[in-house]
């Protein structure tokens, strides 16, 4: 081939490299052009969503990615220290469900002398998702050996448009009057397990906050900081609302007064003794003991409190960070609603944050969750020693130290069980957790040397 064959053979070269890269370019442009657009367009309303939408599935017409994520919370996964086993149950007329979560007080026989003469004693099983939370409350069989009120569906249902249709459009009368009625007619007034209306505002998708047992609670909070008539739907900002939506049923909680009112304890603070001198103040009890004829307190889900004295929490990390972390579908960034452990979803929910691999990220939240066990085992085992000293004392008619000793055992029996019904075996807040063990543990004790000291070794 002579020069000016081999000039034109470059010179073709050249221009299909340039049409090449021309057309890649253009690619890329329209590929970067329709993320725009999608990212312009976070959902499509295909339906018309109202304050009376409580069928999830009618959201995830607008909202497909994050109501497939949602349908997921039916998994059942175990982890090392938490989760649940999907155990075969033989349905009756009186619980149809052919599958349940693991028997704890099965697990841990201790619970039920801990617990005696309450409901929990008779059936308390591993949480499921939450697609399970208003079937395993309709069919506990606390419900048959206890008159549970209302109130208690505010967090195992989706009841903000319950309530609503209850107060006639008034949420505070709406709660009021629920709490009031008897479970099983309240449960007919419910549909679903909580759903995306509890969480979110059907017009702006905003979250809010629709418990009003929350709103009182985090206003006395706020109180204690000097924030007066502090509401969060207002005054909160989005990343707080992020782990406040979570807070409005992850707590402490009791039924007060003979209206079954829904409340928080955080009067004195958020940290468990300031709750328990809540309980102290007020004189509450949740039942008598069976065995001690001790004024006993049975602590809830802790969840919002224990967090509240962590490093995240102090940090900025909300409960949706880790719980629900942000993904990507398409050019949209959403958070996954298929809420679970992070230990389930290490990549997203760690990972963000902590650049490490995935097994030593694992390893160090089961290190912490173990500890937090093992103290959890010696507070259990010091209280279940207590009980047997105080069951003892009234068999034999003792008196002397008796009431001091049963008053040791409330307190340590809630503290105790602050740690235990609290769903993150301590890694929410390791050092809270192992001083409010740390606190059981001693006041069992004390109890044990009330009794002692007044009838000799």
């Known amino acids: 081939m002579d020069q000016t064959g081999r000039v034109s053979v470059k010179l073709l070269a050249l221009a299909l ?12 442009l329209i590929n970067i052009f329709e993320r725009h657009q999608e990212a312009k367009n976070v959902f499509f309303r295909v339906v018309e969503l109202t304050d009376h939408t409580e069928d999830p599935a009618e ?17 059942q996964v175990r982890t090392r220290f938490g989760g649940s086993e999907a155990l075969p149950h033989e349905p009756t007329a009186a619980d149809p469900r052919s599958v349940v979560a693991q028997s704890k007080i099965e697990e841990d026989p201790r619970l039920k002398t801990i617990w005696a003469g309450y409901a929990f004693a008779h059936d308390f099983r591993e949480e499921r998702g939450h697609a399970f939370m208003l079937e395993d409350q309709t069919y506990t069989e606390r419900q048959a050996v206890a008159k549970q009120p209302g109130t208690c569906l505010q967090c195992h249902s989706s009841a903000y448009a319950a309530m609503m249709k209850l107060g006639e459009g008034d949420l505070m009368k709406g709660f009021e009057s629920m709490n009031r009625l008897p479970y099983a007619e309240a449960r007919k007034l419910v549909t679903h397990p909580v759903t995306c209306l509890d969480c979110h505002a059907p017009d702006t998708m905003q979250l809010r906050i629709t418990r009003p047992a929350f709103i009182e609670g985090i206003r ?29 049923c992850h707590v ?37 003991h069976a065995d001690t004829g001790a004024p006993t307190l049975k602590a809830q889900h802790p969840e919002f409190e224990l967090w509240s004295q962590g490093i995240h929490a102090r940090s900025g990390v909300s409960c949706a960070d880790c719980h629900m972390p942000y993904k990507r579908e398409g050019a949209m960034k959403i958070s996954d609603h298929h809420v679970r452990s992070p230990l389930l ?9 902590h650049r490490w691999p995935e097994a030593e990220l694992k390893e160090r939240v089961e290190t912490i969750q ?26 034999r008619g003792q008196i002397a130290g008796l009431s001091e000793a049963q008053t040791l055992q409330r307190q340590a029996q809630f503290l ?14 390791p050092q809270e957790a192992a ?14 040397l009330a009794l002692r000291d007044r009838t000799g070794p």
Request: aromatic fraction near 12%.
């Open 252 to 288: 402490e909680y009791y039924f007060k007064g003979p209206e079954k009112r829904l409340t928080f304890p955080w009067t004195n603070g958020l940290r468990a003794d300031e709750i328990l001198a809540s309980y102290e103040e007020s004189g509450f009890k949740d039942w008598i």
């Open 416 to 429: 105790l069980d602050f740690v235990e019904a609290e769903n993150s075996t301590g890694f929410h807040a």
């Open 59 to 75: 959201w995830g017409k607008n909202f497909p990615f994050q109501f497939d994520a949602y349908r997921r919370t039916v998994d």
């Open 17 to 28: 490299l340039a049409a090449g890269a021309a057309l890649a370019m253009t690619a890329l």
């Open 220 to 248: 006395a909070v706020k109180a204690r900081e000097g924030i007066r008539d502090y509401d969060p739907n207002t005054m909160a900002t989005r990343q707080e609302m992020r782990s406040f939506v979570c807070g409005q």
């Open 370 to 395: 173990h500890r937090t066990f093992e103290l959890r085992n010696r507070a259990m085992d010091a209280v279940v020693a207590l009980i047997g000293d105080l069951k003892a004392a009234r068999t």
């Open 345 to 353: 979803n290490i990549n997203r929910s760690c990972q963000t944050c």
């Open 435 to 448: 001083r409010v063990l740390g606190q059981s543990i001693d006041l069992a004790r004390r109890g044990q």
